[in-house]
């Protein structure tokens, strides 16, 4: 069985800061993981993925994710924090062996002060 | 938008009653997912369908049910319900049914139950 663990529920950075949001996950085959963004009454909106191509994965929005099968990890990063980012983020794994089935982690929410 | 509807954006029903959900796929897109978001589940995988038939099944109740129609749309019914089913319900859809597949979410249904 697979799982993600988002490490902090909440994530306040400064305007123009690094954000980092930390993803662990946990599967018995090699997954396949996704980052994703919840904006307030909206529905979840795909940031980037990663399937086993590039370790360092490219997103919208000027998101990109390393994929470190050492540290079991999967860390989203944004060099500069824009206020528009403000919003919750969802880490999802989902096994590679042809089972769809997306495992959410409890989510972080990120604020971003002026 | 990602292509994906949800109807109705709001139910507000009492306990006991039956409910239906509809989503419309993305055109193109064969498979729907349908998922539900609370606040002490967190984003929970309900149930798959793919080209009408069901392809996996995640903690979904068996007071709940759902089926895909052959215009692909899906509908999610939820029956005997109690407070604890006040949700967010999320519809995704996908092209295949592959684990590297984006799946595209819809805009949800809130469901309070009274």
């Known amino acids: 069985a697979q799982s993600v663990t988002q490490l902090g529920s909440h994530v306040s950075v400064s305007e123009g800061a690094l954000v980092l949001l930390r993803c662990n996950y946990s599967?018995?085959?090699?997954?396949?993981l996704f980052w994703y963004v919840q904006y307030p009454n909206q529905g979840l909106q795909l940031l980037l993925k990663y399937t086993s191509a590039a370790t360092l994965v490219k997103g919208i929005n000027g998101f990109e994710a390393e994929f470190k099968k050492s540290e079991t990890s999967f860390h989203l990063t944004k060099p500069s924090a824009h206020m528009s980012d403000a919003a919750e983020y969802f880490c999802a794994v989902s096994p590679s062996g042809g089972n769809e089935k997306l495992t959410f982690g409890t989510g972080t929410r990120l604020t971003i002060i002026p | 938008d990602s292509g994906v509807t949800q109807t109705p954006k709001h139910l507000i029903t009492a306990t006991g009653q039956r409910v239906t959900l509809r989503c419309s796929p993305r055109?193109?897109?064969?498979?729907v997912y349908w998922y539900q978001q609370s606040l002490d589940q967190g984003l929970q995988f309900l149930i798959q369908y793919y080209n009408g038939e069901e392809r996996a099944k995640g903690n979904i109740l068996e007071r709940f049910s759902a089926q895909q129609f052959p215009d692909l749309h899906s509908e999610l019914n939820l029956s005997s319900l109690e407070l604890g089913d006040s949700a967010l319900y999320f519809c995704?859809?996908?092209?295949?049914?592959?684990?590297?597949?984006?799946?595209?979410f819809g805009p949800g249904t809130r469901l309070t139950v009274l």
């Open positions: 055109s193109g897109d064969l498979s």
């Open positions: 599967s018995s085959v090699p997954p396949y």
């Open positions: 995704a859809s996908s092209q295949d049914w592959t684990s590297s597949d984006t799946q595209y």
